[in-house]
């Protein structure tokens, strides 16, 4: 079984900094890992994922996110926030099974002030 | 060109009613998915499908049943709406199933408000 916890339901950063989103997975298996993005009523946009290759992901927007094994860890991270960046991110976590599920995190909605 | 596309976008409907929503792929995937987003946007997966085969079934109540008459479709009907069944239903599709490897591409949603 996977899980994956999203610390902070809520981030506020000033436009021009630095942005972190927290995700911490469970997994039995060497997982799948992916940031998706909602903006609002909108669907769920993918931003970038982990497939056991480079730890070190770049995504779209300039987003980038790292995969530490030891930490259990996918966060994500943008070196200078924009008001674009304003939205819903969701962490994912997938198995390799022929049947695996994509679970998602709760969500952290991200404010982005001037 | 919408990848994925879902019809209608606002279903308003009463309560013991049955609703449809379609969704439809052009992305030439044979994998589609329905996921349900409460309102305190928690994303589940409902079912998902491969070459019309049933690969997914979540624990749901068999008052949904989702229909895939091709590998471009995959449509979701609700019978005896209830109040609780109001959310946000989202259609995907990816590219095969190997596991989760592969990135999944979402509709725009349908909310579905039931009163």
């Known amino acids: 079984a996977q899980s994956v916890t999203q610390l902070g339901s809520h981030v506020s950063v000033s436009e021009g900094a630095l942005v972190l989103l927290r995700c911490n997975y469970s997994s039995s298996v060497p997982p799948y890992l992916f940031w998706y993005v909602q903006y609002p009523n909108q669907g769920l946009q993918l931003l970038l994922k982990y497939t056991s290759a480079a730890t070190l992901v770049k995504g779209i927007n300039g987003f980038e996110a790292e995969f530490k094994k030891s930490e259990t860890s996918f966060h994500l991270t943008k070196p200078s926030a924009h008001m674009s960046d304003a939205a819903e991110y969701f962490c994912?976590?997938?198995?390799?099974?022929?049947?695996?599920?994509?679970?998602f995190g709760t969500g952290t909605r991200l404010q982005v002030t001037l | 060109d919408t990848a994925v596309s879902q019809t209608p976008k606002y279903l308003v409907t009463q309560m013991g009613n049955d609703k449809s929503i379609k969704c439809e792929q052009n992305?030439?995937?044979?994998?589609m998915y329905w996921y349900k987003q409460d309102s305190k946007k928690f994303l589940k997966i409902m079912f998902s499908y491969n070459n019309k085969e049933l690969i997914i079934n979540e624990t749901v109540p068999n008052r949904f049943s989702p229909k895939s008459p091709d590998k471009a479709h995959l449509n979701l009907h609700i019978n005896s709406l209830e109040l609780g069944d109001s959310a946000v239903y989202f259609c995907?599709?990816?590219?095969?199933?190997?596991?989760?490897?592969?990135?999944?591409?979402f509709g725009p949603g349908t909310r579905l408000t039931v009163t």
């Open positions: 994912a976590v997938s198995g390799s099974g022929t049947a695996s599920k994509l679970t």
């Open positions: 992305l030439g995937h044979d994998t």
């Open positions: 995907a599709s990816s590219q095969g199933l190997a596991g989760g490897r592969y990135e999944q591409y």
